[in-house]
């Protein structure tokens, strides 16, 4: 039952990551789609911070600033930006309906959990018993861009499955090298550029940022 | 069974009777000064009550004995629920004949008996209440025991008194599972209790009762029952959320009287705190169609077994 106090409260934040994802998985609007995912990026960075401060890894300082950075401040403001832009107000619709999904949510959680525990009990590390739900955010992240019809939302849902993989990176390994979260944190930035255009793109096609219409072929059927 | 316990547990019973009511006149008080309205007097339950306890009973012609009965099996139901959940103290001898699944078996019980009645006299409003009430029942349930089971996990006994004298004297240690569990008990307890998002307790809007469809029937001392049944029941799962997430100051196995009148005030100060919380929830939130039901309960439902799992995961 002594847990120390830092394992308690990455756990606290664990379980917060957790609830966050579900949140998305559940939310109908694309406004708090995008505020959610900034908040997850906050409990993400803060997380971060307290494995650094735990483990006395000062390039986690690094990794938990550029998430914070990036994630909470720099990305939902591009995102923000783009919605204004292309002046979406819909309601996100899913493919199955929104029980129905949580449901299957809490499959995939019991999934992961039951993946990710052999592997917790051979760690060693303060954050050991994290590994699964990160696991598990990853793939409800993962079901959330299956489930969700229109563009937009399946980014969001392919960011927060980064955030997931770099929660997994920070709670199995004390995080990535320095040059490859750099490297990811660019990848996602110019990903969501590039995206942005495509959205432009789609709607200009399309009249629509459905993208069941990119299933189609040939032009003028 | 020692003579203390016994005299505990007919104290804490008198005390719920009596204190049942207050609390129903505390959140509508609240609730009336938090939307700029004249409060109601916070005796007008007990009024209410005793009112009706001193008027003559009109039963409907084709009303059956299931009707005439329920009163008061809903009542007994309630009052033995406020026996089984440890509000004062844990040294009761009742609580040991039932557990916290028996505790839900005797809500459902109340719940079944108040729909065969309103379905009994056979008039719209009623079978309509009934069909609602069990709708919410059957969802509302299954979220109820797995809350249950979390801190029955936690704490390794399904027992009320157990859970709480192990709560209670537990390390000060973050619980995200008991986070969770404490959400989804919030959802469920608005919902049982027919209150804002799912039911609005003050309304005799034909469209949108649930509860209160289903009573439309009852008169006299038989409608006093109930709404003291009622009142009982808010007051029972306020107390159960007290003895889950914050049981300090309940009394423990082998206190001296002291401790025991020590805690009175501390009930009826988390009560107050909880009870304003519930007006302020009341009057945050709309109400809600009747179909969204399912999601707002399915929610519950999944916040309760994420807190189960993710207890299972971080070892508590």
Known sequence: ?221 | MTSTGFVLQLLQLAIALLLAPLLTGWVAMCRAWLQNKRAPSLMLPYRTIRKLFHKDAVVAEHASRIFRMTPYIVFGAMVLAAAIVPSLATDLPFARAADAIALVGLFALARVFMALAAMDIGTAFGSMGARREMFVGFLAEPALLMVLFTASLISGSTSLPGIVDTLAHREIAIYPSLAFAGVAFTMVSLAENARIPIDNPATHLELTMIHEAMILEYSARHLALIEWAAALKLFNYSCIGIALFVPFGIAERGSDWQAILAATPVLVAKLAAGGFALAVIETLSAKMRIFRAPEFLGTAFLLAVLGMLVNQLLGG
């Open chain 1, 1 to 221: 039952m002594s847990i120390p106090v830092w394992s308690q409260l990455i756990n606290l934040l664990a379980a917060v990551l957790l609830l966050l994802a579900f949140a998305m998985l559940s939310q109908r609007r694309v406004l708090s789609l995008i505020n959610l995912f900034a908040a997850q990026g906050m409990a993400l960075a803060c997380s971060t911070a307290i494995v650094a401060y735990a483990t006395a890894q000062p390039h986690l300082y690094g990794s938990a600033g550029l998430t914070l950075m990036l994630k909470v401040v720099l990305l939902p403001w591009l995102l923000h930006r783009l919605i204004r832009k292309l002046d979406v107000k819909w309601d996100v619709e899913g493919l199955i309906n929104i029980p129905l999904t949580m449901l299957l949510g809490i499959v995939l959680v019991v999934f992961s959990f039951n993946l990710a525990y052999p592997i917790a009990q051979l760690a060693s590390t303060v954050t050991r018993a994290t590994i699964g739900i990160a696991m598990a955010s990853v793939m409800l992240s993962f079901l959330m861009m299956i489930t969700r019809r229109k563009a937009i939302p399946q980014v969001i849902g392919f960011l927060s499955m980064e955030n997931g993989l770099f929660f997994a990176a920070t709670s199995a390994t004390y995080g990535m090298p320095m040059v490859v979260e750099l490297g990811i944190a660019l990848d996602i930035l110019v990903a969501m550029l590039i995206l942005g255009v495509f959205f432009f793109q789609i709607r200009e096609q399309f009249d629509s940022l459905d993208l069941k219409h990119l299933e189609k072929l040939k032009e003028g059927e």
